[in-house]
């Protein structure tokens, strides 16, 4: 398959570097204005180019990986020079209908929302299309089941994916670096402390996927009665710990609607 990711920024670069890795037998293109920041992407077999219509008429799947008020003027590129292609955006807040409306009915239009882990294989990328659009729609999917993985969602939801999976990175982050400098306040250095609580998450989140349980049920395994775990669990909730996650991901989806 060959994929022309226009916007080679923090999320284009990632999902270009994840397909030369993890997808098989695809090819990538990526486009930006300025392309010196990512010249380093050929030496992985990346097409880099600052024509947004470089060899575009062989893409299978034209990814938009732009800022919103970036869109208008790339389709004004590329419109004149594609026929019958899939366009799949990441652009946050721009609907299907929207885009569609854009494109015209010649282009097919479809939403992911993937995060940045797409470079190591392991982002969650929600897929929305329109049902008219399946068999085009599946070949993204598979592609981006090869970075990780690629749950279909009702296109309701999307907001509410950009915020769980893609700010959710960052959320995650701030949790590791959290546990980090209290990991210096009792005693290691800070590479050591990140190690630790890096490898600790990453453990979690594996048990959780793989016995596909609620996490209440692995955080019983850990809690010994009148131990050390379940003390410091308490003391964290009455600080509010899952409350303040809780509110901070409703605040960034009020957020994204305005
Ligand atoms: N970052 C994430 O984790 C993430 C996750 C999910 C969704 N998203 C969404 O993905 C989009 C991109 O986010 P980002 O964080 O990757 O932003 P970014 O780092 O600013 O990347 C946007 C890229 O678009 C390029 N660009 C701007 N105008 C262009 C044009 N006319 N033609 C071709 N390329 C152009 C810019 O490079 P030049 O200025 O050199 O052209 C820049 O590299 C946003 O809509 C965001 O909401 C991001």
């Given at each position: 398959m060959k994929v022309h990711i226009i916007g080679g920024g923090n999320l284009g670069t990632s999902i270009a570097i994840g397909i030369s890795k993890f997808s098989k037998n695809n090819q990538v293109t990526v486009t930006r204005r300025n392309t010196a920041s990512i010249a380093y992407l050929e030496k992985a077999g990346i097409t880099v180019s600052s024509d947004n219509t470089h060899d575009i008429e062989d893409a299978d799947v034209?990814?938009?990986?732009?800022?919103?008020?970036?869109?208008?003027?790339?389709?004004?590129?590329?419109?004149?020079?594609?026929?019958?292609?899939t366009i799949a955006s990441a652009v946050s807040g721009l609907s299907i209908e929207a885009l569609q409306g854009k494109i015209g009915d010649k282009n097919q239009a479809m939403r992911i929302m993937p995060n940045i882990a797409a470079q190591f294989g392991e982002s969650a990328t929600c897929i929305s299309f329109d049902e008219n659009n399946k068999a085009q729609a599946?070949?993204?999917?598979?592609?981006?089941?090869?970075?990780?993985?690629?749950?279909?969602?009702?296109?309701?939801?999307?907001?509410?994916?950009?915020?769980?999976?893609?700010?959710?990175?960052?959320?995650?982050?701030?949790?590791?670096?959290?546990?980090?400098?209290?990991?210096?306040?009792?005693?290691?250095?800070?590479?050591?402390?990140?190690?630790?609580?890096?490898?600790?998450?990453?453990?979690?989140?594996?048990?959780?996927?793989?016995?596909?349980?609620?996490?209440?049920?692995?955080?019983?395994?850990?809690?010994?009665?009148?131990?050390?775990t379940i003390a410091g669990l308490n003391e964290m909730e009455m600080h509010g710990f899952s409350s303040s996650l809780i509110r901070g991901i409703k605040t960034s989806l009020n957020q994204i609607k305005g």
């Open positions: 034209i990814i938009l990986t732009i800022k919103p008020y970036q869109v208008d003027v790339v389709l004004a590129d590329i419109l004149p020079k594609i026929n019958n292609k599946q070949a993204v999917i598979d592609l981006f089941q090869d970075l990780g993985t690629a749950p279909v969602i009702d296109e309701k939801l999307m907001d509410a994916a950009t915020v769980l999976a893609a700010s959710g990175t960052a959320f995650a982050l701030r949790y590791i670096r959290a546990s980090m400098q209290a990991g210096i306040e009792i005693g290691f250095d800070w590479k050591t402390a990140l190690a630790i609580s890096a490898q600790t998450v990453k453990g979690a989140a594996e048990m959780l996927m793989e016995e596909q349980v609620h996490p209440e049920q692995l955080i019983d395994r850990v809690t010994t009665p009148k131990g050390c």
